[in-house]
């Protein structure tokens, strides 16, 4: 298709990033939420609505983890610095520094590598 050779992979990449935790966590409470909604109002939409969530997380997950899992434990946690921790940026380069015992311009390398690396796993390329 087209339309793939104009998409931004590593923006794309970077918003499925973003999303993980918010699906870690759907998947995480939606099965006990949507038990209760049920005992409110058996016939309810908000059991539809909650199944609903739980299978577009489910899918995004099975979509997800194995480009994830394709990444190197070091560039996982560059990239969960940067991006899955809720300062987010704020002081990551410093905090790896520190951890991995890297300068910054090869924190920022890995941290680009990683990108690259995940947005072809997930978009091709």
Do not use: C, H
């Not at 995004?60 to 940026?89: G, K, N």
Request: avoid cysteine; charge should be positive.
């Amino acid at each position: 298709m087209i339309g793939w050779f104009y998409l931004d992979k590593t923006r794309a990449a970077l918003a499925a990033l973003r999303d993980y935790s918010a699906m870690k966590n759907i998947l995480a409470t939606t099965p006990q939420a949507v038990k209760e909604a049920y005992e409110a109002d058996p016939g309810g939409a908000d059991k539809a609505t909650l199944k609903q969530r739980y299978q577009q997380a489910r899918e995004f997950m099975d979509w997800f983890e194995p480009a994830w899992r394709y990444l190197s434990a070091t560039e996982r946690q560059v990239l969960r610095e940067f991006y899955l921790r809720d300062s987010l940026r704020s002081g990551a380069t410093a905090r790896l520094q520190v951890n991995l015992g890297y300068s910054e311009r090869y924190v920022d390398k890995i941290r680009g590598r990683a990108l690259d690396k995940l947005a072809k796993q997930l978009y091709g390329g």
